[in-house]
T-cell receptor, first 114, second 112 residues
Framework: DAGVIQSPRHEVTEMGQEVTLRCKPI?????LFWYRQTMMRGLELLIY????????DSGMPEDRFSAKMPNASFSTLKIQPSEPRDSAVYFC????????????FGPGTRLLVL | KQEVTQIPAALSVPEGENLVLNCSFT??????LQWFRQDPGKGLTSLLL?????REQTSGRLNASLDKSSGRSTLYIAASQPGDSATYLC???????????FGDGTTLTVKP
């Protein structure tokens, strides 16, 4: 099993540019989570999908952020336009249906907005 | 709103010591609690998950306990090794949604 796959692993961009982060969950998992981690705020849940449907997007900071999950094997998190304060590590995690529902994290995308 | 606190923020111990990491949460209506490990520059690795109906889980040298009534969980690490050096985070998952709230973590350093 390849685990949760995220791309790119590192992204450096200039303020105002569009940034798209990608995630492929573990096959068979039906829940997908996007998190953001910073030194100041720790690990924050941005949005959560269940069976490709967004369930809770209350953590999305503002309208500049959007997330989609067009099918069970792919999700994107887009920031448009990006700002320096968006610099963080963005993690994608997935979990399987069932009692345990352990979350499995991807390696993260380290984003730097100049 | 659920709040999760981990104390201490950092801990340094000599190799071989047994140690306890603490996690407290404000809303006891939880679905489960999960302990993770994060190495520098890496993602999170799940260590143990305790369902709300359980009191503890064990995996190797790790033992996690849960006391919902007091809003506390502990992660016990036996016979610590330098390879245990990492940041340990606990996450509480709510009943009414899949949402998890994370603590800020405890950074553990085990000195040889």
């Amino acid at each position: 099993d390849a685990g949760v796959i995220q791309s790119p692993r590192h992204e450096v961009t200039e303020m105002g540019q569009e940034v798209t982060l990608r995630c492929k969950p573990i096959s068979g998992h039906n829940s997908l989570f996007w998190y953001r981690q910073t030194m100041m705020r720790g690990l924050e849940l941005l949005i959560y999908f269940n069976n490709n449907v967004p369930i809770d997007d209350s953590g999305m900071p503002e309208d500049r952020f959007s997330a989609k999950m067009p099918n069970a094997s792919f999700s994107t998190l887009k920031i448009q336009p990006s700002e320096p304060r968006d610099s963080a590590v963005y993690f994608c995690a997935s979990s399987a249906p069932g009692l345990r529902e352990t979350q499995y994290f991807g390696p993260g995308t380290r984003l730097l907005v100049l | 709103k659920q709040e999760v606190t981990q104390i201490p923020a950092a801990l340094s111990v000599p190799e071989g010591e047994n140690l306890v990491l603490n996690c407290s949460f404000t809303d006891s209506a939880i679905y489960n609690l999960q302990w993770f490990r994060q190495d520098p520059g890496k993602g999170l690795t799940s260590l143990l998950l305790i369902q709300s109906s359980q009191r503890e889980q064990t995996s190797g040298r790790l033992n996690a306990s849960l006391d919902k009534s007091s809003g506390r969980s502990t992660l016990y690490i036996a016979a610590s090794q330098p390879g245990d050096s990492a940041t340990y985070l606990c996450a509480v998952r709510e009943w009414d949604a899949g949402k998890s709230t994370f603590g800020d973590g405890t950074t553990l350093t085990v000195k040889p």
